[in-house]
Nanobody
Framework: QVQLVESGGGLVQAGGSLKLSCTASGRISNINAMRWYRQAPRNQRELVAE???????NYADSVKGRFTISTDNDKNTAYLQMNSLKLEDTAVYYC???????????????WGQGTQVTVSS
């Protein structure tokens, strides 16, 4: 009923920048929140950034001041601008969204398939 598709991952040198995109499509009535998670090999998946429909922002301490989450509500798209990338930012980045379907009113949480970000020295 809903798909989240991420894009924008790739290989970048330390200190560089990347911008990830996540677009939701399907029977969407409202998106209450969108998030970016990441998972590095042998690590647990961790929350990187969150933005709610009310405009509240939340960032992991490790990315504060370097990453910025934003949304384009007309396009049902969330972005993650990543600057000053570090080796430890290497991970698969996943998009996550809390969505109310047109069949409403319950909210469901959906995940994207992930996009690889690799930071090299």
């Amino acid at each position: 009923q809903v798909q989240l598709v991420e894009s924008g991952g790739g290989l970048v040198q330390a200190g560089g920048s990347l911008k990830l995109s996540c677009t939701a499509s399907g029977r969407i009535s409202n998106i209450n929140a969108m998030r970016w998670y990441r998972q590095a090999p042998r690590n647990q998946r961790e929350l990187v950034a969150e933005i709610t429909s009310a405009g509240r922002l939340n960032y992991a301490d490790s990315v504060k001041g370097r990453f910025t989450i934003s949304t384009d509500n007309d396009k049902n798209t969330a972005y993650l601008q990543m600057n000053s990338l570090k080796l430890e930012d290497t991970a698969v980045y996943y998009c996550n969204a809390d969505i109310v379907l047109t069949t409403g009113p319950q909210t469901f949480r959906y995940w994207g398939q992930g996009t690889q970000v690799t930071v090299s020295s």
